[in-house]
């Protein structure tokens, strides 16, 4: 293992935004026992440590990470074991999102074609419950096979004890930085139909009935029309994604927003439904709205043409650059609706935002 570990290893190229400085130490583990040694190196020359997948959802400061980075290249996807009606798969972390998908797809199997064309890893997933097009991973997880760092050992979290919500789960809020998941195990339904409830989605196909294949074929051309699949031919595509989460609000705090919103001649706040005591507040209109259009530029920063969530590197731009965009947009966005938007991206390395 030790003969493994590299220092000094640019991390930017890890990482679809493109930007951070080096790993102090870098190590990509392919099997648990290579998790194990890393720990115990990380502990021995008592370095902290940061977790990464394929690098689609992180912010690394320019001064690198002072630790040891562990990539997770623990690759694979299980033969799929028919049981009541679904099959069971179980993919390795390092896994390509993507290829899971294909392949889930290829075998028809339903549940995740909705989130085709998701940069990143397997073991990256279950981290923000990532979703897209009316589907979410929590709905196809059985279990998460981690390497618990509290008491040094492995086991299988089931999907209930994992917290999903919105784009949280355990693995980012009460419990990060204490799991290292190592596979996943899905459950998915054999032949069954494609989930049609997003807005997109619906208009696309109109009354058809599509297949599994033609429902992946949408989203990925409806996400390439929006930058949002990673394509190394488009500037635009150069982000972490969305940069902000929707905000979540109770129902008084909306009145309150639209209250503020007044103010500066807005009306009609949009937002969707949550339960009966909240309501969801799509961040891009929210950007827009204060300010910041699609292409906005600012230096080597900028939001993508095609989509008002993502900020991009525009080309050369340091961490600093997107940090100070980031801060502007929040500070404006908080002017205007007084509500605050969350980033979703993680920050790596930084002292302070
Ligand atoms: C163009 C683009 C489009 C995107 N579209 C979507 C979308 O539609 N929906 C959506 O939800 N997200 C989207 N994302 C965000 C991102 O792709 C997902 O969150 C993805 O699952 C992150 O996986 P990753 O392997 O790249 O994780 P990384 O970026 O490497 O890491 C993200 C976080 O997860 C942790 N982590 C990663 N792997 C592990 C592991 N094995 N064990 C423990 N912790 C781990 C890291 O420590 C870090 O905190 C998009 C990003 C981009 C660039």
């Known amino acids: 293992m030790a003969s493994k570990i590299e220092e000094n290893v640019p991390l930017a190229e890890l990482t679809t935004l493109k930007i951070g400085g080096k790993a102090r130490f870098f190590v990509a583990v392919e099997n648990e026992a290579e998790i194990i040694e890393a720990i115990q190196f990380a502990a021995q020359n008592r370095l902290k440590i940061f977790i990464l997948g394929g690098g689609s959802n992180v912010l690394i400061a320019d001064e690198g990470f002072d630790g040891l980075v562990l990539q997770l290249a623990l690759k694979g996807i299980s033969n799929s074991q028919e049981k009541d009606g679904l099959a069971h798969l179980t993919a390795g972390a390092g896994t390509d999102w993507d290829e899971f998908v294909a392949l889930c797809v290829e075998k028809n199997l339903q549940g995740v074609e909705c989130l085709s064309g998701i940069p990143g890893f397997v073991g990256g997933t279950p981290v923000q419950n990532v979703g897209a097009y009316g589907q979410e991973i929590s709905e196809t997880i059985v279990s998460v096979r981690v390497f618990d760092r509290k008491t040094e050992s492995f086991l299988d979290l089931l999907n209930s004890q994992c917290g999903f919500a919105y784009r949280t789960s355990i693995f980012n809020t009460t419990e990060a930085n204490r799991y290292i998941v190592s596979a996943v195990a899905f459950a998915l339904k054999l032949g069954g139909e494609p989930k049609i409830v997003y807005r997109d989605l619906r208009n696309y196909f109109g009354d058809a009935k599509p297949t599994l294949k033609e429902t992946r074929a949408a989203v990925l051309k409806i996400r390439s029309e929006k930058s949002m699949v990673i394509n190394p031919q488009d500037p635009n595509s150069q982000s972490a994604g969305s940069f902000f989460k ?18 500066s001649g807005i009306k009609n706040v949009q ?33 993508s043409t095609n989509h008002s969530l993502a900020i991009i590197n525009r080309g050369g731009a340091s961490a600093r650059d997107v940090l100070d965009l980031k801060n502007v947009i929040q500070a404006k966005v908080r002017e205007v609706f007084a509500v605050e938007l969350l980033p979703e991206p993680i920050f790596v390395g930084f002292r302070e935002n």
């Not at 439904?273 to 891009?284: G, M, Y």
């Open 246 to 263: 929707n905000p979540i609000v109770t129902r008084e705090k909306f009145a309150e927003i639209e209250e503020q919103a007044e103010k």
């Open 271 to 303: 937002s969707f439904q949550v339960d009966e005591k909240s309501v969801k507040i799509p961040a891009a209109w929210l950007i827009e709205k204060a300010g910041f259009q699609k292409g906005y530029r600012d230096g080597r920063v900028g939001i």
